[in-house]
């Protein structure tokens, strides 16, 4: 993905969790449609797992957020 797409994805990912007012740990997933250039949430999960492999802290690792760090706060 490019810096554009990232941050839009960031984007519509906190404007769909706004949406529904959620709180709390979450994420959303999304298709991306490469013929539009369009982005479409596919499902906002709002209790994503948190296990070392789980999707949601490996997310926060590439971004730099160790697990470690992310659970102490």
């Known amino acids: 993905m490019t810096p554009e797409q990232t941050a839009e994805v960031r984007r519509l990912a906190i404007e769909a969790y706004r949406t529904i007012d959620a709180a709390g740990l979450g994420r ?4 991306f449609d490469r013929e539009a250039g369009a982005w479409y949430v596919s499902e906002i999960n709002t209790m994503p797992g948190f296990t070392t ?3 949601y802290p490996r997310l926060w690792e ?6 470690g760090a992310l659970l102490t706060g």
């Open 53 to 55: 492999i789980s999707m």
């Open 28 to 31: 959303a997933d999304f298709l």
């Open 62 to 67: 590439a971004s730099g957020l160790a697990y």
